[in-house]
């Protein structure tokens, strides 16, 4: 699974399309609910190639709402930032003008936001709701290894505070023939709740967490969630999701068509993807822009059930790694660091899941471009070849697509001075071991390969500090030469 953060927007059209359209998980009978209009979702993006302007103008074309008489707007970036109302970063209650002012004054502009810098590229325009404080709340279902837990709380907003302490919660087992009752979720989450918003509630989070299962999410949050005491309709304000993007074959045409033209109620738009619809963005956290590298390594890991991750931390850094695991790779960053040179790393990242040997080839032939790219450091590079000893993906498998990297990039790896430490476990390591310190021999990298008799407490040291542990031999050599 590869849970990734998707845009308030696009989350907000999923569950408007599929809420009267996914099937209620109540135990009871529940009548038919009438289909939802189009929401109301204007998204404007500033990437540079039109002026602030011209997109303005460009919204008031697509979104014709924007100009009804009287109407009054929210405004807020819409780039994974939590908690935008205490950064100065919502325009609540605006008319369009004011809110094509704030926008201007925000857009393509470089901004702090909790310590973290980046440029503000995309937001979100929707209705303003009035409603009163105390029909705010709050609603998050999560997934875990026991099941899914739904928490709610009777309070919402920007105070809510520490939910995780003060909201009920209910746990949902993967066994969906184990769904809870209706009464059980009024008992369990709406203590503090009126009667008179039971009905109401307890049938949308049926039908939301139906669409929870449905579409594949991992994390669906809402807050404030409003339900207007004067009709019982409820609206989701603010809404941050994830889902698995390895479950876009599955679900990707029902992601397409939830933010499509005629979903959204844009008329005369031309089609922008296939099932009537474009494909989800996975947008990068606020404050960093992947690079082509890191977004084709992403591209990889979503067209596959394993799970392969890469960050550049520092593209002229001295020390480089390719480790299977996302505890191991977490391990050898504190090592790197521990060791007093963090300022050297250059990337973190992880295959895993046992990926084929084609992918774990691009994966490595990926950042072995990326170590070997510019001009040579005077000093050499290291590269660290790791793992967890207690590892689930083949390493005898994965390690031939390593080796037919490293034989692409032989010609480089010698001129960078690149210098190798491999330390493994896992299933068929000693043959994985073999074969790589048999590649490295043959092709002449300067190359130390360990099994699982090596920590990684004494490998990092031993390559950045040259402390040799004491009683650790290295993996056995083999005399004879492997396919290359």
């Not at 407490?457 to 050599?477: D, F, M, Q, R, Y």
Request: glycine share 8%; with cysteine.
């Amino acid at each position: 699974m590869s849970s990734k953060s998707i845009r308030e927007a696009d989350g907000k059209a999923l569950i408007s399309y599929f809420l009267s359209r996914s099937p209620s998980l109540s135990k009871k009978p529940v009548p038919a609910l009438s289909h939802r209009p189009p929401p109301k979702l204007a998204q404007l993006e500033f990437l540079g190639r039109e002026s602030i302007e011209s997109v303005l103008a460009a919204a008031e074309m697509k979104y014709p709402w924007l100009l009804a008489n009287g109407a009054r707007f929210v405004a807020k970036p819409d780039q994974l930032i939590k908690r935008r109302g205490k950064s100065g970063l919502l325009a609540l209650n605006k008319s369009w003008e004011e809110c094509k002012a704030w926008i201007q004054s925000r857009a393509a502009s470089n901004v702090n936001v909790e310590g973290i810098d980046g440029i503000l590229t995309n937001f979100l325009v929707e209705p303003f709701v009035p409603h009163e404080a105390n029909e705010e709340y709050y609603i998050n279902i999560n997934s875990a290894r026991e099941g899914d837990w739904i928490l709610y709380y009777h309070e919402g907003g920007v105070d809510v505070g520490d939910v995780d302490a003060k909201a009920a919660k209910l746990l949902v087992p993967v066994d969906l023939r184990q769904y809870p009752s209706d009464e059980t979720i009024i008992k369990t989450l709406f203590k503090e709740v009126p009667a008179d918003q039971h009905k109401s509630l307890v049938d949308f989070i049926n039908r939301l967490y139906a669409i929870y299962v449905d579409l594949q999410f991992t994390y669906l949050e809402i807050n404030p969630l409003v339900v207007l005491r004067a009709d019982a309709q409820v609206h989701f304000l603010d809404l941050a999701a994830k889902i698995d993007q390895t479950a876009e074959f599955e679900s990707g045409s029902q992601w397409a068509i939830a933010r499509s033209n005629d979903a959204l109620g844009i008329a005369g738009a031309e089609v922008t993807g296939a099932d009537d619809g474009p494909p989800m963005v996975f947008p990068a956290p606020f404050g960093r822009t992947m690079s082509p590298e890191e977004s084709y390594i992403a591209d990889l890991d979503a067209k596959t059930g394993a799970s392969l991750k890469l960050t550049i931390l520092n593209a002229s850094g001295r020390i480089w790694t390719l480790v299977a695991g996302g505890g191991a790779s977490v391990v050898y960053a504190d090592a790197i660091a521990s060791c007093g040179f963090a300022s050297e790393l250059a990337n973190y990242g992880e295959y895993s899941g046992a990926p084929s040997e084609t992918q774990t080839y691009e994966y490595a032939k990926t950042v072995f471009e990326l170590m070997t790219r510019g001009a040579p450091h005077p000093d050499g590079k290291i590269l660290f070849i790791g793992g967890g000893i207690a590892n689930f993906t083949n390493v005898a498998s994965t390690f031939k697509g390593i080796i037919r990297a490293l034989v692409t990039f032989q010609s480089s790896f010698h001129n960078h001075k690149v210098k190798v430490y491999v330390r493994r476990a896992g299933p068929n390591w000693q043959e994985g071991l073999r074969a790589i310190k048999a590649c490295g021999e043959e092709i002449q990298i300067p190359m130390q390969v360990y099994g699982p008799e090596m920590h990684v407490s004494g490998i990092v040291p031993l390559a950045l500090l040259n402390k040799t542990p004491k009683v650790i031999g290295e993996a056995p050599v083999v005399s004879s030469q492997v396919s290359l």
